[in-house]
């Protein structure tokens, strides 16, 4: 399995970026996508996750009303919009799977990851 993101950047406050996960390896219409973010010198946590078919998914309270997770099955990818960017969304953004039905929010029940796109959001 592999999980590559990218479109990460400089961006002002206020302003949007979208990130891609391109995901290979495995059979994408049966995995649960989640995307995670990792401040410096803070814990990964849970931002988003999207359900195999695409009609469910869940946010954190920070991003929620602000980042739109979206999939496209045939393409195999993954995409995170982010929309009016505060300086505390700085950070490393991962994307990861999970082979199943639910939408799990907690790193640990995710066994596949990317390598992580950074943002960083200047005032």
């Known amino acids: 399995v592999q999980l590559v993101e990218s479109g990460g950047g400089l961006v002002q406050t206020g302003g949007s970026l979208r990130l891609s996960c391109a995901a290979s390896g495995l059979s994408f219409t049966m995995y649960t996508m989640g995307w995670f973010r990792q401040a410096p010198g803070k814990d990964r946590e849970f931002v988003a996750a999207?359900?195999?078919?695409?009609?469910?998914?869940t946010y954190a309270d920070p991003v929620r009303g602000r980042f739109t997770v979206s999939r496209d099955n045939a393409q195999s990818t993954t995409d995170l919009q982010l929309d009016n960017l505060k300086p505390d969304d700085t950070a490393v953004y991962y994307c990861a799977a999970r082979a199943g039905l639910q939408l799990w929010t907690q790193q640990e029940q995710y066994p596949y990851w990317g390598q992580g796109t950074q943002v960083t959001v200047y005032s």
């Open positions: 999207i359900a195999w078919s695409g009609d469910y998914t």
